[in-house]
């Protein structure tokens, strides 16, 4: 029972920030849908293709603040927590002002392998010249999230989320439906939330929990710094492997034509909603286990794994019995193109397994992330990636966007089995 509670505690604030998420993927790709043309939905997908790879790439910035801070809360160690605090924020200003340079270099170069057409490709760049403005809020805020996690408060992550999306969708609708803008005014209404939600978490990490500034001699500590930087190389290069498996998934459907780009991106906004409600007990898992750990409870950190399975597996029953009954009528809402929705009604039986291929590998992400086995979490998404490529390419010649699904729901699962095999040798040590 005292599981279940700290469980709900963490996920229930963490769902709620998550589920906006996607619900702002959702009224993007309706925005667009309506503006009249499919390309205007290929364009969001290519965008958020480019962007996702910058971001997630540099998505240790919060898993790997929230393992380590979970651990350090769990000794008491209130000096690690303020370190973990600042030497990630001082990473995340140095690396988006890397991106801010480089990004007028790197958006028509993936734009161009993503092979898309010329005219969704044109506005995917109208779209990425705008919001490239807001990398160092995005890598502050996936700092300061994961920093939050780890202290056990998910409270405050949810509000900035809340925040962010309320912004972001009431300034694209306006500049789109109001003063007739287009991709520009969805783009618009991005930049400005992801610099209002930034600002908020850090005026609250700072008022609210005041971590102690370090000297520089305590912030450079090497052999401190080292197990740093190991733990988030491992997350970097398990988040090139994930973004490999996505970009090469935007890139086949592009090469499909416009319609197939267009309905596996409103099929990926079904995936997108079920990895933010299961997220958010991943998210439990990561504060958790590194509590656990943290505190050298073994006992307590195994019977909080079998929860966490039991508690995603029924999450994934619900979704992908909710996703067969309505998926069609979803679809529908979506676009208005008729192409563009039968083809993604054509493809929506891989849709609706995706939850129950996918559960185990969001929760044992978490775990993973928490007990900082990072190497194990790299192992499991490098093999899952092999295993997608060597599905997708077997089969592409006679099952064509069929086998790009397959072959998508196939990583899932491998990863997810991958990591519970791996996670029961931690545990053994």
């Given at each position: 029972m005292r599981h279940r509670r700290e469980i709900l505690a963490i996920a229930l604030p963490a769902i709620v920030s998550n589920i906006t998420t996607p619900i702002l993927g959702l009224v993007d790709v309706a925005v667009t849908g309506h503006i009249g043309s499919a390309s205007y939905i290929g364009a969001i997908a290519l965008g958020g293709t480019v962007f996702n790879m910058l971001y997630w790439l540099f998505n240790f910035l919060r898993m790997g603040s929230s393992g380590l801070t979970a651990q350090a809360y769990g000794r008491g160690d209130a000096r690690s927590v303020a370190l973990v605090f600042y030497r990630l924020l001082l990473v995340a200003l140095a690396v988006s002002a890397l991106m801010v340079l480089a990004g007028e270099f790197y958006a028509p170069t993936v734009l161009r392998f993503m092979d898309a057409g010329d005219e969704a490709s044109a506005l995917a760049l109208r779209y990425f010249r705008i919001c490239i403005w807001g990398a160092p809020a995005v890598l502050a805020t996936y700092a300061l999230s994961g920093w939050f996690l780890g202290l056990q408060n998910s409270r405050v992550p949810m509000w900035t989320a809340l925040i962010t999306n309320v912004v972001n969708i009431a300034v694209s609708v306006t500049l789109v439906f109001g003063c007739g803008w287009t991709i520009e005014g969805v783009a618009t209404g991005t930049l400005t939330a992801q610099w209002i939600g930034a600002v908020v978490a850090l005026?609250?990490?700072?008022?609210?929990?005041?971590?102690?500034?370090?000297?520089?001699?305590?912030?450079?500590?090497?052999?401190?710094?080292?197990?740093?930087?190991?733990?988030?190389?491992?997350?970097?290069?398990?988040?090139?492997?994930?973004?490999?498996?996505?970009?090469?998934?935007?890139?086949?459907?592009?090469?499909?034509?416009?319609?197939?780009?267009?309905?596996?991106?409103?099929?990926?906004?079904?995936?997108?909603?079920?990895?933010?409600?299961?997220?958010?007990?991943?998210?439990?898992?990561?504060?958790?286990?590194?509590?656990?750990?943290?505190?050298?409870?073994?006992?307590?950190?195994?019977?909080?794994?079998?929860?966490?399975?039991?508690?995603?597996?029924?999450?994934?029953?619900?979704?992908?019995?909710?996703?067969?009954?309505?998926?069609?009528?979803?679809?529908?809402?979506?676009?208005?193109?008729?192409?563009?929705?039968?083809?993604?009604?054509?493809?929506?039986?891989?849709?609706?397994?995706?939850?129950?291929?996918?559960?185990?590998?969001?929760?044992?992400?978490?775990?993973?992330?928490?007990?900082?086995?990072?190497?194990?979490?790299?192992?499991?998404?490098?093999?899952?990636?092999?295993?997608?490529?060597?599905?997708?390419?077997?089969?592409?010649?006679?099952?064509?966007?069929?086998?790009?699904?397959?072959?998508?729901?196939?990583?899932?699962?491998?990863?997810?089995?991958?990591?519970?095999?791996?996670?029961?040798?931690?545990?053994?040590?």
């Open positions: 005026t609250v990490a700072l008022r609210k929990f005041k971590p102690r500034i370090p000297g520089w001699n305590e912030l450079l500590r090497l052999r401190e710094l080292g197990a740093f930087f190991r733990i988030n190389a491992d997350i970097f290069l398990r988040t090139a492997c994930l973004v490999a498996v996505t970009v090469w998934f935007t890139r086949a459907g592009a090469s499909l034509g416009v319609d197939i780009l267009a309905g596996n991106a409103l099929l990926l906004q079904l995936f997108m909603l079920f990895s933010f409600f299961i997220d958010g007990f991943a998210f439990a898992g990561e504060a958790l286990a590194g509590k656990y750990y943290g505190m050298g409870r073994q006992d307590e950190l195994r019977r909080l794994i079998g929860r966490l399975l039991r508690i995603g597996l029924l999450c994934a029953l619900v979704f992908s019995a909710v996703y067969f009954v309505a998926g069609e009528s979803v679809m529908a809402l979506l676009a208005e193109d008729a192409s563009v929705v039968s083809t993604a009604v054509r493809f929506l039986p891989w849709a609706v397994v995706m939850p129950l291929c996918g559960f185990c590998a969001f929760v044992m992400d978490g775990v993973l992330v928490g007990l900082t086995a990072t190497g194990r979490m790299l192992t499991a998404m490098f093999t899952s990636m092999i295993v997608f490529f060597a599905v997708y390419f077997l089969l592409r010649g006679t099952l064509h966007n069929h086998a790009l699904w397959l072959a998508f729901d196939s990583y899932l699962l491998t990863r997810g089995l991958m990591e519970l095999l791996l996670s029961r040798k931690v545990l053994k040590r």
